[in-house]
């Protein structure tokens, strides 16, 4: 019985830290701008009909997808929403 507690507490340790770490790595995409995607064009890139790479990249980790953000200069980047 003592064995059963013991390896039920230690599941959920596990459990509670992998939630962590999901949270955590999902939120390094999240709520930032990815210049690294290169130009993103409005209307397609973040359209999800289209599969736009904006927006296929955020869904992946980020819940509400992303989108076109404009930036001074004139061109646009492709921001994860929070």
């Not at 939120?27 to 701008?33: D, I, L, M």
């Not at 990815?34 to 927006?55: I, Q």
Request: aromatic letters at 8%; charged letters at 20%.
């Amino acid at each position: 019985m003592a064995q059963a507690k013991v390896f039920s507490f230690v599941l959920l340790i596990v459990l509670i830290i992998s939630i962590d770490v999901v949270e955590v790595a999902s939120q390094g995409k999240c709520c930032k701008n990815h210049p690294s995607l290169g130009e993103c064009v409005p209307g397609k890139d973040d359209n999800p009909e289209t599969n736009g790479k904006c927006w296929v990249f955020c869904i992946s980790d980020c819940e509400k997808g992303g989108f076109c953000k404009p930036m001074s200069g004139g061109h646009h980047e492709c921001h994860c929403y929070c």
